[in-house]
């Protein structure tokens, strides 16, 4: 059909009211005519009906409508590009007669007129400069493609300033545009965006809306689909509604693409200029994420511990269902997380933000926020993610400044059955944020408070015979006692509860204690017990007390490799790539080791031999072997001070140190040798 009659019968169907499912067809119809029409006043046509006609927006599908005619003017520019080079063409493109590039745009641009909302004129200039410039196309000319990049920037300001009240499809749109558009934007363009409208509108569209993640709500329906099956089991079906529901959220354009979306906003929030939308962008993350947990409570899924999924849930929920759904959870998480980041590098470089009206308030909510995504990014793992270590620990930082705000904060998120472990596992996920950001605010919190309500919320985790599946927690708990223990205000409430603690550290390893945090927490208590600590000045002989237990215990210890989470590296250059998995006597004697460099030098002179004898009575090789390279290391390495350090090198070189450690005190050799002669050597 000649493209005068196609173009005709085409605007026909535009005007006339049609179904949903007809509009790819007349889109794809639309975008063939644009590349193809050679009068310019058609192309501006063309473009004008398309922006405006019934059978497009009169039932919209939401942003796919909206990214269906981004896609029509991306298209129909990739095709006038090709046509601009010959040697790339296909046969069938050549010899065809088209309007230059310059012409095409500029007529396509025309079409974007008073007859149709300005967010929609975003869909014409972003669809021609995707086309033209995406992937390092270079397609325009260096003046026309500032023209256009003028043109969006001049379009985008305009259609913020036409969004009144809650954001709608237009400011769906335009957050879409934007976010697919931005890279492409030069710097001087970038800074005439009005950022400080921009920032509300794409939150709402990203976090609040329809298109987005409808502010948490869709968590809550899930729990009618998630049924007990025959096996007692529960099941959430790949047929139910409320998974085909939340597939079809996850295939959304903002939710596809939430990635740089999120780091759109975050640069809305690096560049507005008013900095009371900081706070306001703060509470709605945070009442975004508290809805999260609130929804999640309410649902099936949420009495289920990550580690138990396999007993309670079917496998079709396994490996089908709930990857999606958490998928979407952590990509609600990455999005936050990324937004705070910006938002805490400007309380952190403004001056207003970081006064001490604004900053304490900002790094509580931040916290909040935190907290109640922590059911999503605990199944990460602690510092598998960086920015969210950062946001974290800096929050914490600015809070150590404020303790009344500090304590305030902690009273808010104390554990909801103090002293006790609870049952449902969202409660104990939130137990485990309350300590592992207790841990660091023991030093500016009170004796009363580091006793009535921290050592109070570790208390229940440090019992033994605990389930193995909250390892993780238990260890939060051990670090926070040390943390207590430590604090430099805490001389009298460590002298009260040290003993205790130390009974209970050694009850609950190796069973419910990774090697590792016990070997932290016997270092760290001989830290605290001897000079220049308080308490090593009322109880001196405490420190050797403790040696000379873990010593003794070492002795009886078993022999037997424990689970692989205890496995470490060998520093032995020949074997650095093995993984040697310790025993409980080989843990025992490397707390041992760890803890010599705070002993008084008057004491090394005891220890060192005792340490050989551990090292020397160990029956694995591979385990004695690694002893010796800690002992080493802990002797070469800096962790001792000069005095201490030239002590243990005289006893290693003139002291027959190194004889012990490597033979043992009973090897030594009783034949009468001349000077400069050498033992005979067992075949």
């Not at 006609?53 to 939401?62: L, S």
């Not at 896609?71 to 095709?79: D, E, K, Q, R």
């Not at 490996?319 to 958490?326: E, M, R």
Request: proline share 5%.
């Amino acid at each position: 059909m000649p493209s005068d009659r196609l173009l005709a019968s085409l605007l026909r169907s535009l005007q006339t009211s049609s179904l949903q499912q007809d509009t790819p067809r007349l889109l794809s119809t639309a975008s063939d005519l644009l590349s193809n029409l050679i009068n310019p006043l058609n192309i501006t046509l063309l473009t004008t009906q398309i922006l405006s006609a019934p059978a497009i927006w009169d039932r919209p599908d939401g942003l796919r409508t909206c990214l269906r005619v981004l896609g029509v003017f991306h298209s129909a520019s990739i095709s006038i590009l090709r046509k601009e080079h010959p040697e790339s063409q296909a046969a069938e493109l050549r010899g065809i007669q088209c309007l230059g590039k310059d012409s095409w745009v500029r007529a396509v641009v025309k079409g974007a007129d008073e007859g149709s909302p300005r967010w929609r004129h975003l869909l014409v200039i972003g669809g021609v400069l995707l086309g033209f410039e995406d992937q390092h196309r270079h397609g325009l000319p260096h003046s026309l493609r500032s023209t256009m990049e003028s043109a969006m920037v001049t379009a985008a300001n305009m259609a913020l300033d036409e969004v009144k009240g809650d954001v709608d499809m237009d400011g769906y749109c335009i957050a879409l545009v934007l976010n697919h558009t931005f890279e492409l934007l030069s710097d001087s363009e970038r800074g005439l965006i009005n950022y400080d409208r921009l920032l509300p509108v794409s939150m709402g569209s990203a976090f609040f809306s329809h298109e987005g993640f409808q502010s948490g709500y869709f968590l809550g329906i899930l729990d009618a689909d998630v049924l007990q099956a025959a096996d007692s089991k529960f099941n959430w079906s790949p047929k139910s509604s409320t998974f085909y529901q939340v597939k079809q959220m996850s295939s959304r354009p903002l939710i596809a693409s939430m990635g740089p979306l999120s780091r759109l906003i975050a640069h809305c929030a690096e560049c507005c200029e008013d900095s009371s939308i900081l706070h306001t962008l703060v509470d709605d993350l945070h009442d975004f994420a508290k809805t999260l947990t609130v929804q999640w409570r309410q649902n099936k899924l949420s009495e289920v511990d990550s580690t138990e999924e396999s007993v309670y849930l079917q496998q079709e929920s396994l490996k089908t269902t709930l990857p999606v759904l958490w998928q979407v959870l952590k990509t609600a998480m990455f999005a936050i997380v990324v937004v705070l980041r910006a938002a805490m590098g400007r309380v952190l470089g403004d001056r207003g933000l970081a006064a001490d009206e604004s900053a304490p308030i900002i790094a509580v909510q931040i916290l909040h926020t935190l907290r109640h995504l922590y059911f999503i990014s605990s199944r990460l793992g602690s510092g598998a993610f960086s920015q969210y270590n950062f946001i974290s620990l800096t929050a914490i930082d600015i809070l150590t400044n404020f303790p009344n705000q500090a304590e305030n904060f902690l009273q808010n998120i104390r554990p909801c059955d103090l002293g006790r472990i609870p049952n449902h596992p969202l409660d104990r996920c939130l137990d485990l944020f309350f300590l592992n950001t207790a841990e660091h605010l023991t030093t500016i919190l009170s004796p009363h408070v580091n006793e009535n309500l921290l050592l109070v919320a570790a208390s229940p985790y440090l019992i033994p015979g605990g389930n193995n599946s909250m390892l993780e927690i238990f260890e939060a708990a051990h670090s926070v006692m040390l943390a207590v223990l430590g604090a430099p205000q805490n001389g009298s409430l460590t002298s009260k509860h040290l003993s205790n603690y130390v009974n209970a550290l050694f009850n609950v390893f190796p069973q419910n204690l990774s090697a590792r945090q016990f070997r932290f927490a016997f270092r760290t208590l001989i830290r605290i017990t001897t000079p220049p600590s308080p308490l090593s000045a009322t109880q001196p002989l405490l420190p050797s007390t403790l040696l000379e237990l873990i010593r003794y215990r070492a002795m009886n210890a078993p022999i037997m490799p424990l689970p692989s989470p205890d496995a470490m590296p060998s520093t032995n250059s020949a074997s650095v790539s093995n993984k040697i998995l310790l025993s409980e006597q080989a843990a025992l004697i490397l707390a041992f080791l760890d803890s010599l460099p705070y002993m008084p030098i008057e004491e090394l002179e005891e220890w060192l031999p005792l340490a050989s004898d551990l090292i020397s009575s160990m029956t694995d090789q591979d385990m004695a072997r690694l002893c010796r390279e800690r002992l080493w290391e802990v002797m070469s390495s800096g962790e001792m001070d000069v005095s201490r350090a030239g002590f243990c090198v005289a006893w290693w070189s003139t002291r027959g140190g190194r004889d012990m450690v490597i033979h043992g005190r009973s090897s030594k050799s009783t034949e009468r040798l001349v000077s400069g002669g050498l033992p005979e050597m067992a075949s």
